[in-house]
């Protein structure tokens, strides 16, 4: 537990810091103020004043926090909100970026660390009748050897692959039982009927074995950058789905990513790095919406700015909004981690 609680508590600094980082450095290349870059939550432990901004240790060892100058304000020097509306876009977006880009880096080195990787024969044990995969011609029996130029090592390569292409077109290399090969064209289902799944089969595996690969630096790069997209492009078919199939987005605070942590940790070095990044992309998304006090809400005030030519909402209206987005969001966190710890209390799963 002490483990756990400790990984997780370096993980967030990380990630928090990273956000940070992001507005700090842009708000120092377009003049903007910064009046403190503290690592924690107050109450401040330790500060040293150089320049004009206060570098702290905060007791709350929870993230990190940049205080610009007069976000709100235009009549404060060197405040954020007397920039142009392009240096304001920059500051107010460059921490979700590098939430983002970071990722980058840690699939990278989650692909040069030696790791387990199952290797089987993933086999079609059933097809659901009406289904895109019995319209294509896949039946029982048949063993899929590639998808979109992919070797199938597991069935977990296959189901990410057709989640990641949800409504397009897949190419299939299909075997079937007599040896033969055939490519084989399916469109995955954005709404299946239940129980089928996108292209409506169920799978099976033969002959599994755990082998251990890692990539060297040249392969690790640029797969790092192609799986921070496709992570993106996941996260979108996520987003897409909640309204195709009328279903409820599945929130986890606080205490469920730390329970989840402990259980990656576990797994070793290379999942947690890839469980990092998931945290990180979904930090630099989440921050983008357009909600009060989040970056994209204050963005929403840039973009209605431009949108008025040049003329402000008036600093203590978009305070306000900010202050009320504020308390909303800390009130559903809350609520979240309230669930969250029910659930744990009574032995249940705090994620499906």
């Known amino acids: 537990m002490l483990q756990t609680i400790l990984i997780f508590i ?11 980082f992001g507005h700090f450095i842009t708000a120092k290349l377009c003049k903007v103020k910064v009046e403190e870059f503290g690592i924690g939550f107050p109450p401040r ?41 392009p240096a304001r876009i920059l500051v107010l977006s460059a921490g979700s970026l ?10 990278m080195i989650s692909f040069m660390i030696p790791h387990d990787v199952t290797l089987e024969k993933v086999m079609i044990k059933d097809v659901a009748a009406g289904s895109p995969a019995q319209a294509a011609g896949i039946e029982a029996g048949d063993r899929i050897l590639k998808i979109n130029d992919q070797i199938v090592k597991n069935r977990s390569v296959l189901s990410y692959q057709i989640q990641l292409h ?19 064209v399916v469109r995955p289902r954005w ?12 799978l099976e595996s033969a002959n599994a074995a755990i082998v251990t690969e890692s990539m060297p630096f040249w392969e690790a790069l640029p797969n790092g950058f192609i799986h ?19 279903t409820a987005p599945q929130l986890a605070g606080p205490v469920a990513i730390a329970q989840l942590t402990g259980q990656v940790v576990k797994a ?19 921050n983008l919406f357009p909600f009060p006090a989040l970056d994209g809400g204050r963005l929403i005030f840039v973009f209605l700015e431009l949108v008025r ?44």
């Not at 070793?268 to 989440?286: H, K, Q, R, Y």
């Open 10 to 20: 370096i993980m967030l600094i990380v990630l928090v810091l990273t956000h940070e």
């Open 45 to 85: 432990i330790w500060g040293i004043k150089k320049g004009e901004t206060v570098y702290s240790i905060n007791a709350i060892p929870m993230g990190g926090f940049t205080k610009l100058a007069g976000e709100e304000d235009p009549s404060e020097p060197g405040s954020l909100a007397s920039k142009s509306i």
């Open 98 to 107: 590098l939430n983002i880009l970071l990722p980058v880096l840690l699939f």
């Open 166 to 184: 949800l409504g397009e077109q897949v190419s299939m290399v299909v075997q079937k039982p007599d040896l033969t090969e055939q490519t084989i």
């Open 191 to 202: 709404n299946p009927p239940q129980g089928e799944g996108a292209t409506g089969v169920i």
């Open 228 to 246: 921070c997209w496709e992570i993106l492009v996941l996260f979108r078919n996520e987003v897409i789905s909640w309204f195709v199939r009328s």
């Open 268 to 286: 070793g070095i290379s999942p947690l790095l890839e469980f990092t990044a998931l945290i990180s992309i979904n930090l630099g998304v989440f």
């Open 309 to 352: 030519r040049g003329k402000k909402i008036s600093p203590q209206k978009e305070g306000l909004v900010h202050t009320i987005g504020f308390i909303a969001l800390m009130a559903l966190i809350l609520v979240i981690t309230y669930f969250d710890v029910t659930r744990l209390i009574m032995g249940e799963s705090l994620l499906p």
